[in-house]
């Protein structure tokens, strides 16, 4: 399957960003999205995961503000984030996995400015 993310952008400090992960195929057969991010000079963070079953886990910086979602009929992801700061800032990746295989989207840039 590949992943193509899009969505991001350079936004002011408290606004919002809704990033979106379209897959080339049906993601029913992953269990699990992710969305991960990269800031400058860091290693890359996992920032959110659903199931499919609609469970969801976050870091805790984001906790109360980023919202993950899928829509399985459109084989597709998305990441509301609300309340942005300029933490936020990285290159954002979704991300799934099935058995021993990875696949990564290419990234979409998300700047926040103070």
């Known amino acids: 399957v590949q992943l193509q993310a899009s969505g991001g952008g350079l936004v002011q400090a408290g606004k919002s960003l809704r990033l979106s992960c379209e897959a080339s195929?049906?993601?029913?057969?992953?269990?699990?999205m992710d969305w991960y991010r990269q800031a400058p000079g860091k290693q890359r963070e996992l920032v959110a995961v659903?199931?499919?079953?609609?469970?969801?886990n976050y870091v805790d910086s984001v906790k109360g503000r980023f919202t993950i979602s899928r829509d399985n009929a459109k084989n597709t992801v998305y990441l509301q984030m609300n309340s942005l700061k300029p933490d936020d800032t990285g290159v954002y990746y979704c991300?799934?996995?099935?058995?021993?295989?990875?696949?990564w989207g290419q990234g979409t840039q998300v700047t926040v400015s103070s």
């Open positions: 195929g049906s993601i029913v057969r992953f269990n699990y």
């Open positions: 991300h799934t996995r099935r058995s021993s295989s990875e696949y």
């Open positions: 659903i199931t499919n079953y609609g469970t969801t």
